[in-house]
């Protein structure tokens, strides 16, 4: 399995605009071959942003770099900007990825 990661420090105040652009975003990670799951997470608050996460878990690192590569991947960051015109961010995103070497799960845990 594979972990896809981006962090976001999300200016103080630009929270809602962030959330709002995810909730409406089409992402079609559901069409590729080897996607498992998506989540947008939401982290601690500082002096000056909020941190947030995107995580995508897959088969393998191939089909990640499979789904970087393919044209779902451009259609879905096409249409994931920012109208407000104001930058949301402080920095870029930062990507991290992580090839899993130990899972464990609890078959019935609610998610």
Same mark, same amino acid.
């Given at each position: 399995?594979y972990?896809?990661?981006? $962090? @976001?420090?999300? %200016?103080?105040?630009?929270? /809602?605009? @962030?959330e709002?652009?995810? %909730? ?5 990670? *559901?069409e590729?071959?080897? #996607?498992?799951? #998506?989540?947008?997470? !939401?982290? /601690?608050?500082?002096?000056? +942003?909020?941190?947030?996460?995107? +995580?995508?878990?897959?088969?393998? !690192?191939?089909? #990640? ?7 779902? #991947?451009? $259609?879905? +960051?096409? $249409?994931?900007? *920012? ?8 920095? +870029? /995103?930062? @990507?991290?990825? @992580? ?6 799960? !609890? ?5």
């Amino acid at each position: 399995m594979y972990i896809a990661m981006n $962090r @976001f420090q999300v %200016r103080i105040g630009a929270e /809602p605009t @962030f959330e709002a652009i995810w %909730r409406r975003r089409e992402s079609y990670l *559901n069409e590729m071959a080897g #996607f498992i799951e #998506f989540r947008l997470l !939401k982290g /601690p608050t500082l002096d000056d +942003h909020t941190l947030y996460a995107t +995580h995508t878990s897959w088969v393998d !690192k191939a089909s #990640f770099e499979a789904w970087t590569s393919s044209e779902q #991947f451009r $259609r879905s +960051h096409a $249409r994931a900007g *920012n109208d407000s015109g104001q930058s949301l961010y402080l920095g +870029h /995103p930062r @990507f991290e990825g @992580f090839e899993v070497i130990r899972s464990e799960s !609890k078959a019935d845990a609610a998610a």
